[in-house]
């Protein structure tokens, strides 16, 4: 599986993007793919997932705000990033993998990762 980001860039705060994932070489029946996001000094963190059925998940500091979606005839999967704020300032990373259930419910296991592309929000 190879997963390739596009999209970011600067924008002011309030501003909007919308990020690309071109996904290739799917293996996966039932898979889940998701956004994450690492500033500098900081832990990667979760921003959105989908899967295959078609059930999203996001972050509480994107709620509202973020929209991540698939085009399946495209491989493409996307993140639409409206009202950015500073703190949206990250690398963000596509990734790919399986679900699996645990006692506290379905999770995400991801085995492929993107390059990352860098979104700037200016103040």
């Known amino acids: 599986v190879q997963l390739v980001e596009s999209g970011g860039g600067s924008v002011q705060s309030g501003g909007s993007l919308r990020l690309s994932c071109a996904a290739s070489?799917?293996?996966?029946?039932?898979?889940?793919m998701g956004w994450f996001r690492q500033a500098p000094g900081q832990e990667r963190e979760g921003v959105a997932h989908?899967?295959?059925?078609?059930?999203?998940g996001y972050a509480d500091s994107v709620k509202d705000r973020f929209t991540i979606s698939q085009d399946n005839a495209k491989n493409t999967l996307y993140l639409q990033m409206n009202s950015l704020k500073p703190e949206d300032t990250a690398k963000y990373y596509c990734?790919?993998?399986?679900?699996?259930?645990?006692?506290?419910?379905?999770?995400?296991?991801?085995?492929?990762w993107g390059q990352g592309t860098q979104v700037t929000v200016s103040s």
């Open positions: 990734a790919y993998g399986v679900p699996f259930t645990t006692p506290q419910g379905e999770q995400c296991a991801y085995d492929y």
């Open positions: 070489g799917y293996t996966y029946r039932r898979y889940c």
């Open positions: 989908i899967r295959s059925g078609g059930s999203t």
